[in-house]
């Protein structure tokens, strides 16, 4: 996994989603001169600061390819969730863990659990919020990893789960 970005790449900065390097700049960071990337997350236009030291250690990452896609694909497609018995607000914090890790897969796991869940029962408000959010990251990263649309991939990832409601 490089860590190593340049003005124009894209990678993935954890809970907001795909970000473009607009910048690279040296600092004044706690006393020392530190370089930091300047990363825009495309959703929000949010501007970050990354020191490029501390890069994979925040999470930011490389944008999947398209291997990854169908690894993704694979987990929202699955359907052997496990039986929740668990509280909304323990599932809720359990779910943003995984969101905040950044990883696709993690994130994917977190819509096809909701979806499959919101198929049985009401998810609570701040379930349904996390549900558009880990769908909003995924259609995000993949329209980019396939050169794609966003409303194709996400009809294609709503697809996958108006079968499972049905």
């Known amino acids: 996994m ?38 825009k997350i495309i959703e929000t236009g949010l501007k970050i600061m990354v020191p490029t030291a501390n890069a994979g250690t925040v999470g930011l990452r490389d944008l999947i390819g398209s291997k990854q896609v169908k690894e993704v694909y694979a987990i929202l497609k699955s359907r052997d969730v496990p039986r929740d018995t668990q509280t909304w607000n323990r599932r809720y914090r359990e779910y943003m863990e995984k969101i905040k890790t950044g990883s696709i897969f993690e994130i994917a796991e977190v819509l096809r659990d909701l979806s499959v869940l919101r198929a049985t029962k009401d998810l609570s408000f701040g379930e349904r919020r996390m549900l558009e959010s880990a769908r909003t990251l995924l259609v995000k990263e993949i329209a980019f990893a396939k050169s794609s649309t966003e409303d194709k991939v996400a009809a294609e990832i709503d697809a996958m789960f108006a079968k499972a409601a049905a």
């Open 2 to 39: 490089k860590q190593q970005f340049t003005i124009g790449d894209k990678a993935v900065y954890p809970v907001h989603g795909v970000a473009e390097v607009v910048a690279m700049e040296m600092r004044d960071i706690g006393g020392s001169q530190t370089n930091v990337y300047i990363l």
